[in-house]
């Protein structure tokens, strides 16, 4: 790792975001000038303290407009495509952003002669149901078709500090008597953290990852959906019902919850929770995770306190000396 100033730019889209936050510090730490290509970039000025005077800057992109993404691109050495949407609105839609999208990136960096990182999703998938996981692979295609070099990441669900995962779930947990367990609360994830898919970026980056690969990003252990319910509630030291909802219940609770103006859950979200979330066994046989990129998984119970406590009853207020 080195703090001293470099020529070198890399440009990421989606910057401002949950993972991005972290991609941007773990790369400024690296020393890289950072362009943060956001919808609106005074609302990135979040990310300025997380290098030094000058080393972060945004520029105005909207991967739904390609003449803003190729000239936010311009001069990079590097690229990262953080964008992605997990349920549509107005023109935001999967197709739009997932596929179109991430094809205007690849053009872009091709156009750059730039290395490209792009965050796909474990469960990408063109044969899906779920037009999240169908518009993850669309992209992946097209971004292999015009940067065949281009590294892949796909993570499991990402725990950490702002994840939308957890605090979701904690936050529901205080106000409701009971907890959703979608199709039973049996499908499998690896949560991984955020610092460890950040610096997996960082890797991919700074030319330690295998071009032309997709790496498949898990944390150290595998658990059910009830089993992340349980965890999370033994954190916040609050008792709840977990009750179990079939598939097909699910879907028709989030027919009607899709209508909210912030979307709760929705029928794709169901569709998604069909299938398992974790690092394939050929990617690890083949080393395509995040121990093949010399990165050493962190375990959930090591952060979980650290950001949920916020969630406990009052006088259970312990916040963890960090
Ligand atoms: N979080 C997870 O558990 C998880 C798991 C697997 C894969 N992933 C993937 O990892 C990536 C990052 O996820 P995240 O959790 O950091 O998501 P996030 O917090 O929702 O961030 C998404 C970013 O995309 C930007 N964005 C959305 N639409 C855009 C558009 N049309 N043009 C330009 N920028 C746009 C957002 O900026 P504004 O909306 O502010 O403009 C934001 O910076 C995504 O591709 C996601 O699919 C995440």
């Given amino acids: 790792m080195t703090d001293t100033p470099t020529d ?41 303290p997380l290098g030094r005077v000058g080393q972060i800057h945004a520029v105005q992109a909207n991967l739904r407009y390609s003449d803003s ?34 094809e205007a990136v690849a053009r872009a960096a091709a156009e750059a002669g730039a290395k490209l990182v792009h965050i796909s999703a474990i469960g990408a998938d063109a044969k899906s149901e779920s037009a999240y996981a169908r518009t993850k692979a669309a992209g992946e295609k097209a971004v292999t078709g015009s940067v065949p070099d281009a590294i892949i990441l796909r993570p499991s669900i990402v725990f950490g500090p702002e994840d939308d995962f957890f605090n979701r779930f904690a936050a529901m947990a205080r106000v409701l008597p009971a907890l959703p367990l979608i ?16 610096n997996a970026i960082a890797a991919a980056v700074e030319g330690r990852a295998k071009p032309r690969t997709v790496y498949e990003l898990g944390g150290p252990e595998v658990k059910t959906f009830r089993e992340l319910m349980e965890l999370m509630l033994r954190e916040i030291g609050r008792k709840r019902i977990l009750l179990p909802i079939p598939f097909p219940v699910a879907k028709l609770q989030a027919a009607i919850l899709e209508l909210l103006p912030k979307s709760l859950l929705t029928r794709d979200q169901v569709e998604l929770l069909k299938t398992d979330s974790v690092v394939s066994k050929k990617a690890e046989r083949e080393d395509r ?14 952060v979980l306190p650290s950001y949920l406590w916020r969630f406990r009853k009052s006088g259970q207020f312990t916040r963890p000396v960090a």
């Avoid at 990262?80 to 839609?93: F, I, R």
């Avoid at 995040?290 to 962190?298: D, E, H, Q």
């Fill in 69 to 102: 993404v190729m000239r936010s691109a311009q001069d990079s050495d590097a690229i990262v495509n953080l964008v992605g949407v997990l349920h549509e609105s107005g023109a935001q839609t999967f197709d739009a952003v997932q596929a179109a999208g991430a």
């Fill in 183 to 198: 199709g039973g609360g049996y499908t499998l994830f690896q949560p991984v953290f955020v610092g460890d898919v950040a």
């Fill in 8 to 48: 070198r730019l890399v440009t990421i889209f989606g910057g401002s975001g949950f993972v991005g936050r972290h991609a941007v510090r773990a790369l400024a730490q690296r020393g890289w000038r950072i362009r943060v290509a956001v919808r609106r970039p005074d609302l990135a000025y979040h990310l300025q």
């Fill in 289 to 302: 995770t995040l121990k093949g990129l010399g990165i050493s998984p962190t375990a959930l119970e090591a």
